[in-house]
C-alpha cells in the first residue's frame, strides 16, 4: 500500500512562494506517474501538474509560476509554487498513478495554502 504525506502549504500574501512537498512511502515510487491536485470550497477538483514516464504537465492557469519535480532516490516529490494568487487558494493534494490504471489511485491527506490579496 502507497502512502502519501503532504506538508509544506500555509498562508501567504499574493506574490509570494511555498514549497509543497510530498513523501511516498511503499510501493515502487520510481514507477508512479505522480500529479499536484488542488480543490477550492465550491469548485471541481483539478490536475496541477503531473510527472513521470518521461513527460510533465501543467495546467495553463499555473504554467511559468509552478514547478514540479520529484526526487526517486528519496521518494519524494516537490511543487515549488511562485507569484501566488488569491485564486491558487485550495487545498492542495499529492496523488499517484500506477500504468495499470487509469485514475490516480493513491491520494495524500492535502495540505492546505492560502493566498490573502
Known amino acids: 500500500q502507497v502512502q502519501l504525506v503532504e506538508s509544506g502549504g500555509g498562508l501567504v500574501q499574493a506574490g509570494g512562494s511555498l514549497t509543497l512537498s510530498c513523501a511516498a512511502s511503499?510501493?515502487?515510487?520510481?514507477?508512479?506517474?505522480m500529479g499536484w491536485f488542488r480543490q477550492a470550497p465550491g469548485k471541481e477538483r483539478e490536475l496541477v501538474a503531473a510527472?513521470?514516464?518521461?513527460?510533465?504537465y501543467y495546467a495553463n492557469s499555473v504554467k511559468g509560476r509552478f514547478t514540479i519535480s520529484r526526487d526517486n532516490a528519496k521518494n519524494t516529490v516537490t511543487l515549488q509554487t511562485n507569484s501566488l494568487k488569491p485564486e491558487d487558494t485550495a487545498a492542495y493534494y499529492c496523488?499517484?498513478?500506477?500504468?495499470?490504471?487509469?485514475?490516480?489511485?493513491?491520494w495524500g491527506q492535502g495540505t492546505q495554502v492560502t493566498v490573502s490579496s
Open positions: 496523488a499517484a498513478r500506477t500504468r495499470f490504471r487509469d485514475e490516480y489511485t493513491y
Open positions: 511503499g510501493g515502487s515510487f520510481s514507477s508512479y506517474r
Open positions: 510527472t513521470g514516464w518521461s513527460s510533465t
